[in-house]
């Protein structure tokens, strides 16, 4: 059986990765990936002025680049399914707005994701000091009131990274209601949760969600499917097959793919 899509990539438009679409794509065929997404950050000029946006996501006039790097892939790796995508950062303010201006694109599938609570980001490595002294219990249960409201929009495909706050070893239960609650929401909005490899490669040491969090997804008979978070083409499908071991060993028997924010199920 071949191994799922990578779902998350970055390209060097978002200020924090290297290299094109296409080095990507490049990238999962040599990984023996038959379908990719690329699926870079767009642009978050709802986020608070204090961030380095310009560091996060690619900036609204890169867009058209953006959309032609992805073509170009497509057009250079013609027995690769090629998927257009983005991953949107939720913030309380200023969503209304962004969906907006992402309605203009067709894209085949959005992840939506929390980096920023408050005036930071909670993944940047500069703004780790931040965690000092912290009620982490209350911290982590705040998160995912953060992941139930951008569920609630119904806006949105795929949740990505869903505990990201464990990034650098800062680890808490979560309250049980929350997660409840969280189920129901991805209930409700037909939604994919992402198992993201990322942190396998981060201080965590584990994927994100961690494989509790996987195995009541599947108790929750929640949707997955898979991303890398790479930011270097190296990292295209970054430890698949052991994950996907590791979902079979739970129960999972398929993952969700995506094309024109339409999704069918593949067996794993």
């Not at 961030?51 to 996501?57: D, F, N, S």
């Not at 257009?84 to 969906?99: A, I, R, S, W």
């Not at 953060?146 to 070893?169: N, R, Y």
């Not at 083409?233 to 079979?248: D, I, N, T, Y």
Request: charge should be negative; glycine fraction near 6%; aromatic fraction near 10%.
């Amino acid at each position: 059986m071949p191994l799922p899509a990578d779902y998350h990539t970055h390209t060097e438009l978002c200020g924090h990765a290297v290299g094109r679409p296409i080095d990507y794509v490049r990238a999962g065929q040599d990984a023996g990936l038959v379908e990719i997404g690329i699926s870079d950050h767009f642009p978050i000029p709802h986020l608070p002025d204090n961030l380095p946006k310009g560091e996060y996501a690619m900036d609204q006039t890169e867009l058209p680049n953006y959309i032609q790097g992805v073509e170009e892939a497509r057009e250079a790796f013609p027995s690769m399914m090629v998927r257009l995508g983005f991953e949107v950062d939720y913030y309380p303010k200023g969503m209304d707005q962004l969906m907006d201006s992402l309605n203009a694109f067709e894209a085949d599938y959005l992840l939506v994701s929390v980096h920023a609570m408050d005036d930071w980001c909670i993944d940047d490595e500069r703004m780790i000091h931040r965690y000092d002294g912290m009620d982490l219990q209350r911290f982590c249960d705040r998160y995912v009131e953060h992941l139930i409201d951008a569920v609630s929009m119904h806006a949105f495909d795929i949740l990505g990274h869903m505990d990201l706050f464990k990034k650098f070893g800062h680890r808490s239960k979560i309250a049980p209601s929350l997660l409840q609650e969280l189920a129901h929401c991805i209930q409700e909005a037909d939604m994919t949760v992402e198992i993201n490899t990322a942190g396998l490669r981060k201080p965590c040491h584990e994927t994100y969600p961690s494989l509790d969090l996987i195995s009541w997804l599947q108790g929750k008979k929640i949707p997955v499917c898979f991303g890398s978070d790479a930011h270097h083409p190296l990292e295209v499908g970054w430890r698949f097959q052991e994950v996907c071991s590791a979902l079979q060993d739970l129960g999972f028997t398929h993952w969700r793919q995506f094309e024109r924010r339409h999704s069918n199920l593949v067996p794993l």
